[in-house]
């Protein structure tokens, strides 16, 4: 597990729901250019997906396309 983990939070497509937290086409479509500017993000960003995955909860039988409204808070105060 990393240190630190990163979030996507209703980035991509004008049509997508707003409740889409690390949508995989997002992160898909921005990897090259995370990779350009800094690898290491790459691990952060993909962290969160694989243990979901990973967890007894997720019964699915292909891939999460993304985290769910329900599984992080992002209505944090900065």
Do not use: W
Request: charged share 15%.
């Amino acid at each position: 597990m990393s240190q630190h983990e990163l979030f996507v939070h209703h980035a991509g497509a004008e049509f997508d729901l707003p409740s889409r937290i690390t949508a995989v086409e997002t992160l898909y479509a921005a990897f090259p250019a995370l990779m350009y500017i800094d690898p290491s993000l790459g691990g952060p960003l993909l962290e969160p997906l694989f243990r979901l995955q990973a967890s007894r909860n997720y019964t699915t039988k292909y891939a999460a396309a993304d985290l769910g409204a329900s599984r992080i808070n992002t209505n944090i105060g900065i």
